[in-house]
């Protein structure tokens, strides 16, 4: 079902009329722990965009990180999760640091193997693991299955249940791309594909997908926006499909069954956002406890200078759509390249009771790191909170995906960055890179 924007509008006069809080409400600054892993490279926010899936990832009782030093070598650490003491191991790979795009992503697959991406915008694929179970020490660059891996963007791994793992990436450029997606098999050892492309650009678009989801029952859900051109400014529509037969056939949220590779004529748009609206690419997904998706981004509302925190869910029956808080600053995103964007990306994380938690940083909150979360089933009364933490610059939330779903605590990659418009860079000296840990709670 198509929903647009008017509809927005009037469900916010209707909860304000029924006397339901969307005033931001803010908690002190709650009580974390932050652990120093060592330094990193601070001039552009390579070490720290959202889409890097992941930074620091978690198995059994071991928590592993990865980042780009001063030089730009690749850095691994590993820890116990009790412990503030790291193995820290500077790997021979090295990154183009001064492109943001050219993130490390990294992924423990059933066997506890460390899987790392890194260095990709544009470029031939950058791939190794570990030696074996537990090792920092990484093998020589490897193929996944040798097609379609000359021209490699926002590389991103999902975790399955059967322990093995997911690579999405991006085949071409900005405006002009397709979205590919591959399987590991853990009991060969291999990659295969599973759909090149699963989204199809045409030639004349790309998609930005938010990190594939897999909910409990094994589902997958993706979502996406499109762009036109190069220009951030064409971003448009939030779209959505779900495969219940791992990869093998997807639908839309209706259950209309789509023909593969899905392409801009029959995706299906489930909130409408036009060109010129400032929304965002790559944001972020979650499930709640009944496998229904749910999409946190930003984008300016019609007649207003402000963009906002949007939070797009299904109910079982249709899309609705909530603002979560509400901004005052004003911007523009438009333009190529990386941009120097005074909000982050938002991270969505769904916890116990299906309370939702948005965590950004916003230049108008003192670029710390904040919490929103929100209980009730409207997703209209957010409460907000300040972590206990250093500013973070232009960083952008990363979390550890698996004390998140085992343990409920929030472990954030945390580092001071800058970021220049396009590529530039910021005069910032490598600065410390930790893990920042937050029991996380939401008052009524």
């Given amino acids: ?3 647009r924007r008017p509809l927005l509008l009037l469900l916010g006069a209707l909860i304000v009329a029924a ?3 969307i005033t931001p409400q803010s908690a002190p600054p709650a009580a974390t722990r932050l652990v120093p892993v060592g330094k990193g490279w601070a001039r552009s926010s390579v070490n720290a965009v959202i889409f890097r899936s992941h930074s620091l990832v978690t198995h059994g009782d071991t928590q592993y990180v990865a ?4 030089e730009g070598r690749m850095v691994l650490a590993r820890r116990r999760l009790s412990s503030k003491r790291w193995d820290v191991n500077p790997s021979r790979y090295t990154g183009n640091v001064r492109d943001a795009h050219n993130a490390i992503s990294i ?3 059933g066997r506890g193997v460390l899987h790392v991406a890194w260095d990709h915008h544009g470029q031939p694929l950058n791939y190794a693991r570990g030696v074996r179970p537990g090792s920092l020490e990484l093998t020589e660059r490897l193929p996944m299955t040798g097609d379609r891996e000359r021209q490699v963007t926002y590389p991103q791994f999902t975790y399955l249940p059967d322990g093995g793992l997911l690579l999405m990436y991006r ?3 900005s405006g002009q791309g397709d979205v590919l997606l591959n399987r590991y098999d853990l009991a060969t050892e291999t990659w295969r594909v599973v759909a ?8 004349e678009r790309n998609a930005y997908p938010n990190p594939l989801v897999v909910d409990k029952r094994g589902g997958w859900h993706l979502s ?4 036109e051109t190069p220009d951030v400014a064409t971003n448009h529509d939030i779209m959505y499909a779900f495969s219940p037969d791992q990869g093998r056939s997807w639908l839309s949220s209706s259950g209309r069954r789509y023909r593969l590779p899905i392409g801009a004529a029959d995706a299906e748009v489930v909130w409408e956002v036009p060109q010129g609206s400032g929304l965002i690419n790559q944001t972020s997904m979650a499930v709640d406890s009944e496998g229904r998706p749910m999409i946190a981004t930003y984008w300016r509302p019609a007649g207003s200078t402000v963009p906002q925190y949007e939070l797009v869910w299904f109910t079982g029956a249709g899309w609705r759509a909530s603002e979560a808080g509400h901004r005052t600053q004003p911007f523009r995103l438009e333009g190529e390249g990386t941009r120097r964007i005074p909000i982050s990306r938002p991270l969505l994380l769904i916890g116990d009771g299906d309370t939702v938690y948005v965590v950004f940083r916003d230049e108008e909150r003192g670029s710390g790191i904040t919490v929103a979360c929100a209980g009730d089933p409207q997703r209209s009364s957010w409460h907000f909170t300040q972590l206990a933490a250093p500013a ?3 960083w952008e939330p990363t979390h550890d995906p698996v004390v998140w779903a085992r343990d409920r605590r929030l472990h954030l990659f945390h580092q001071l960055v800058g970021q220049g418009e396009a590529e530039t860079l910021e005069a910032l000296p490598p600065g410390p890179v930790s893990v920042l840990e937050w029991s996380p709670h939401c008052r009524p």
């Fill in 1 to 3: 079902m198509l929903k």
């Fill in 19 to 21: 006397g339901c809080s």
């Fill in 67 to 70: 980042w780009y030093d001063g």
């Fill in 107 to 109: 992924a423990l697959d």
């Fill in 171 to 173: 085949e071409g450029g």
């Fill in 196 to 203: 090149h492309p699963l989204i199809d650009g045409q030639g």
């Fill in 224 to 227: 996406w926006t499109w762009r």
């Fill in 392 to 394: 973070v610059g232009l």
